[in-house]
């Protein structure tokens, strides 16, 4: 009776384990995926996000110089993105770059000069130092991130995370993904692709994410460019400053600086620095936030 009496005793103590056990010791709360399951259902979401609008704060490098504060950012689909950074002293643009499907256009206000060049991995890199192809950045942004072509792989369950551990490789190439696949979702809590040769060419950290026009998104950012060992952290903003699948027409990334400004890096930038210009009249247009981020 004694003995019968003490496991009567922790009985509950038991059930509750085991229950516990179920949601975060070795068994996932659903049907096992396969590579092609989950390639799939990346793809889908990949090609269901075609642009995006955010008015975001950012923490990043200009120059050589630690930056943080409010950037407007839109992109869409064909390498097309703009992006405006504000001044934290009075919200007027210190820096603008934009990608029109071919060609980018990158003005520093503050630093009175000029890039320009064909509109591919070094555009972004340009602005924030991080390498990214500008269809990358806005899968990116938008929590959707590239995925190699014919994968083939492995899914494996991280019972500790409750996340799926996806291991891709092809044309040379190998990717790794943390998914959070729980209760219908599909949220790439981190990526990581590592080029032919072996180096990694980006990886990217996502956090917070919410619910945007029906499309589950990242509320925080962090890339990373490990060959050039600089990062950009992002905070994506409120859910009503952002926008997935808005209609952006092409003249929105088109950009014409100013006349007469140097090169970026030229010998005589700094003697142009006393005065600088105004900001062009294609500036970025904003989303209309009801306050400011």
Not at 144 to 171: F, M
Request: proline share 7%; with cysteine.
């Amino acid at each position: 009776m004694t003995r019968y009496l003490a496991s009567m005793r922790y009985a509950p103590l038991v059930i509750l384990v085991a229950c516990s056990g179920g949601q975060h010791g070795g068994g996932r709360p659903y049907p096992e995926p396969s590579v092609t399951d989950v390639v799939a259902r990346l793809a889908k979401a990949h090609d269901a996000t075609k642009s995006f609008r955010a008015w975001t704060t950012m923490d990043f490098w200009m120059g050589n110089q630690r930056t943080k504060g409010d950037v407007l950012v839109m992109g869409k689909a064909g390498a097309f993105v703009r992006i405006a950074a504000l001044s934290p002293a009075g919200g007027s643009t210190m820096a603008e770059m934009a990608c029109d499907g071919a060609k980018f256009v990158s003005v520093n206000y503050q630093a009175n000069c000029v890039l320009t060049g064909p509109c591919d991995r070094s555009s972004i890199a340009q602005f924030f130092r991080v390498e990214l192809a500008p269809d990358d950045f806005l899968n990116l942004a938008v929590g959707t991130p590239p995925v190699i072509a014919n994968a083939t792989g492995t899914v494996t369950w991280d019972a500790s995370r409750g996340l799926e551990t996806v291991q891709l490789s092809g044309g040379g190439k190998s990717e790794k993904l943390a998914i959070d696949m729980r209760d219908g979702k599909l949220d790439v809590m981190s990526a990581e692709m590592i080029g032919a040769d072996g180096k990694p060419e980006w990886s990217v950290t996502n956090s917070g994410f919410v619910d945007v026009g029906g499309h589950r998104v990242p509320g925080e950012s962090r890339f990373k460019a490990p060959n050039q060992q600089q990062d950009l952290e992002v905070d994506w903003g409120k859910t009503e400053n952002r926008a997935i699948n808005v209609e952006l027409d092409a003249s929105k990334f088109q950009l014409a600086a100013p006349d007469g400004l140097p090169a970026c890096g030229n010998n005589n930038q700094a003697s142009q620095q006393a005065t600088p210009p105004q900001p062009s009249s294609s500036q970025v247009t904003p989303p209309q936030p009801k306050s400011h981020p």
